[in-house]
């Protein structure tokens, strides 16, 4: 209250240069009986610090307000969202429509998000340089999903996905090299070179792939969810899938299950736009996918801001473990093709890509938060940035480098036991398990 009586009786000064830097700043607009919110108090700094070389007061009231503005940063600040978030049939009014992060929080978030890009974009040179083969699926434009939804859960709640899922393979505690290592086949690769890119696997994070069939991967989520009841657990499931599977049968054979009996499992429609190469407009009538589960609730969450997809998530966690399951649809864009084989622009703009890069980027819009925030300086964000590319320049170098699985290798992980053979003798009717 001191700071701000300092500053309102500065306004009331008469002298001509004082009543100048009023009009430069709207001291009483800005400043309240209470302390402004987080978007006035930066502003309010900002302000204070550029014009105190003249005013000893604005110089205290500028200096409090940037011991102020830190304290705050470590507590926590409010952003609001953008695009609000939208309810079905929800039990309340919902998620809010802010999310409270603090500096590390925020960091945290823009390191991983830009090491997914990072990594995605040497995928992409290592494919056209013949290093990877097969199929190649990159995540660039969504990965405020994946790092939001993985700030919602616990390590012990399970996650599946179909094939763009390099991203959530490495948030669910793989590392770069791992799966740079799978993409070229090397057996160091987190399924020993066997997978590729659509078949990532780590079951130390509870990630269960990494499906190349559409839409498969959601009723497998759906036994996940079934387990975490069974085993009396407060565990959840996540299932994963694009809007090009959303249509199918079997993603409403898993709706159906999991309501009646009560599963603790979301299933997380990852809307970006496009079903290879059809849109959404061309594809659905009556595009609202977090409204497909009829009886059950549902979310519409803005899926280029991370903040929004964890507030969300974490409201849908807290739901799903007590009530049963959750539709959600990620409103997010893909930047590239659907893969390597898409060029991506002949369903689409290059106009239109572009203003999608430049009004609703995940990792510019975090990148902004902070810079307007005064939570991070551009010289600590530039660190981190060279960080990330050493670290993934690192990763390259060690999956390029890696041996190829031995020939052996193809025969081996087939059968868990001895298998039976039909139509022959009996005591020629098993073959052992080594062989």
Same mark, same amino acid.
Not at 276 to 298: A, K, L, N
Not at 363 to 372: A, C, G, H, N
């Given at each position: ?24 700043? *709207? ?10 919110? *987080? ?30 503005? %830190?304290? =705050? ?6 952003? /609001?969202?953008?695009? !609000? ?5 929800? !039990? ?36 056209? $340089? ?9 995540? &660039? ?15 012990? *709640?399970?996650?599946?996905? $179909? ?12 590392? !770069? ?52 009841? +069974? ?19 079997? @993603?409403? /054979?898993?709706? &159906?299950? $999991? ?12 809307? &970006? ?7 959404? /407009? ?13 009886? @059950? ?19 849908? $966690? ?24 898409? !060029? ?20 510019? %819009?975090? %990148? ?37 699985? =031995? ?7 087939? +059968?868990?036991? *001895? ?17």
């Amino acid at each position: 209250k001191d700071l701000i009586e300092d500053v309102i009786k500065l306004e009331k000064a008469k002298d001509a240069q004082h009543n100048a830097t009023c009009h430069v700043v *709207d001291f009483h607009h800005i400043t309240r009986p209470i302390l402004p919110d *987080d978007t006035k108090m930066a502003f309010l700094t900002r302000s204070l610090i550029s014009l105190a070389s003249t005013h000893a007061p604005l110089l205290r009231a500028a200096t409090g307000l940037r011991g102020y503005a %830190k304290k =705050n940063a470590s507590e926590g600040v409010k952003f /609001e969202f953008s695009v !609000p978030t939208v309810g079905h049939k929800l !039990p309340d009014e919902g998620p809010p429509q802010f999310c409270v992060a603090t500096r590390e929080e925020l960091l945290d978030h823009y390191r991983t998000m830009f090491l997914i890009r990072r990594m995605e974009i040497a995928a992409d040179s290592l494919y056209k $340089a013949k290093k990877i083969r097969g199929f190649l699926h990159l995540y &660039n434009g969504q990965e405020a999903v994946c790092v939001g939804l993985e700030a919602a859960l616990r390590k012990e *709640d399970k996650v599946i996905t $179909a094939y763009r899922d390099h991203g959530f393979q490495l948030c669910r505690g793989d590392t !770069p090299t791992n799966i740079l290592s799978e993409l070229m086949g090397k057996e160091t690769g987190c399924s020993r070179g066997r997978g590729g890119s659509m078949h990532m696997y780590f079951p130390e994070g509870n990630f269960y792939g990494g499906n190349g069939i559409v839409g498969a991967q959601v009723p497998l989520g759906t036994g996940l969810a079934f387990a975490c009841k +069974y085993n009396n657990t407060d565990n959840l499931a996540v299932s994963l899938y694009g809007d090009g599977a959303a249509n199918q049968g079997q @993603i409403y /054979e898993a709706y &159906n299950m $999991a309501a009646l009996w009560k599963l603790p499992q979301i299933f997380i429609c990852e809307n &970006n736009q496009y079903a290879m190469g059809t849109s959404v /407009e061309r594809s659905t009538i009556g595009v609202g996918y977090y409204q497909r589960g009829d009886y @059950i609730p549902g979310l519409k969450v803005d899926g280029m801001d991370v903040l929004a997809v964890k507030t969300a998530l974490k409201y849908a $966690a807290d739901y799903v473990r007590k009530n049963g399951p959750m539709v959600i649809e990620m409103n997010t864009y893909r930047y590239v093709g659907h893969s390597m084989s898409d !060029p991506g622009t002949t369903y689409r703009s290059r106009s239109e890509i572009k203003q999608v890069r430049d009004t609703k980027d995940p990792i510019s %819009k975090i %990148k902004t938060r902070l810079l307007e925030h005064e939570l991070a300086t551009e010289e600590e964000i530039s660190a981190i940035e060279k960080e990330v590319r050493a670290q993934i320049s690192a990763a390259e170098k060690a999956a390029t480098e890696a041996p190829f699985p =031995n020939d052996i290798e193809v025969y081996q992980d087939i +059968y868990s036991t *001895d298998v039976p053979v039909r139509s022959v003798e009996l005591c020629n009717s098993y073959i052992p398990a080594s062989h």
